[in-house]
């Protein structure tokens, strides 16, 4: 939530980021999708071991039959994760509105944003939060038994493959040119190198 609250703030007051940046649209992502899988893991995990094994997480009642009671837990413990992953992947639904939406309208306008003179480090920006919202939408789909939520798991699951195909292959084509990290903010220094902030005499010198 507090990476989520500065994003909002530096849009607000600076604007959005550069095209060299965009992929950081999706890092609000990553904590809701994420976030999301994991408490409905969790639930299906604890039902599991309930029905399964009888295991519990709790003490039980010393009244009535602790095996209901450790089922009882259980559903409760299933049904509340998965609620918690709803609310969370509603949450994140919006910012992959939002960021899907920022990025189509920029390739429009710039269709020289797919070739390999804009790509950089930061597009696997695009696949791990992408990618763990793909796999709380296909949680989501198996555990609700939802069409809805198939067609789109598998929309967004394609996606995320499309981006690390990508990702991989241009970025051992730019590791084979020696232009896979580059920092455009070096070139204000000669030789693309920052002067030292401190220096031993006689050892090092001041570049």
């Keep these: 939530m507090f990476l989520i609250t500065l994003w909002i703030y530096r849009t607000a007051v600076v604007g959005l980021p550069a095209p060299s940046a965009l992929p950081s649209l999706f890092l609000p992502l990553g904590p809701c999708g994420q976030g999301s899988f994991g408490i409905m893991l969790l ?3 604890v039902r599991e071991l309930a029905y399964k094994y009888g295991i519990g ?3 039980t009642r010393p ?3 602790p095996s209901e009671s450790i089922l009882w837990l259980a559903d409760g413990v299933y ?3 998965l609620i918690m992953g709803l609310i969370l992947w509603g949450l994140g639904l919006v910012w992959y509105t939002l960021g899907m939406t920022i990025t189509l309208h920029h390739i429009a306008r710039n269709r020289v944003y797919l070739s390999h003179k804009s790509f950089s480090v930061g597009w696997t920006g695009y696949t791990f939060p992408i990618g763990v919202w793909a796999t709380a939408t296909t949680t989501l789909a198996t555990e609700l038994d939802s069409p809805a939520f198939k067609v789109l798991g598998t929309i967004v699951s394609l996606q995320v493959v499309f981006h690390w195909m ?3 292959s241009m970025g051992c084509w730019k590791a084979s040119t020696g232009a896979l990290f580059v ?3 070096l070139g204000q ?3 693309g190198r920052p002067p030292l902030r401190w220096s031993k005499a006689g050892t090092r010198e001041m570049v």
Excluded: L, Q, S
Aim: aromatic residues 20%; hydrophobic residues 50%.
């Design 43 to 45: 639930g299906i995990v």
């Design 57 to 59: 997480f709790a003490i």
């Design 63 to 65: 009244e009535g039959n």
């Design 79 to 81: 049904a509340a994760g």
């Design 166 to 168: 990508y990702v991989f």
């Design 183 to 185: 920092a455009p903010e």
């Design 189 to 191: 220094w000669d030789h």
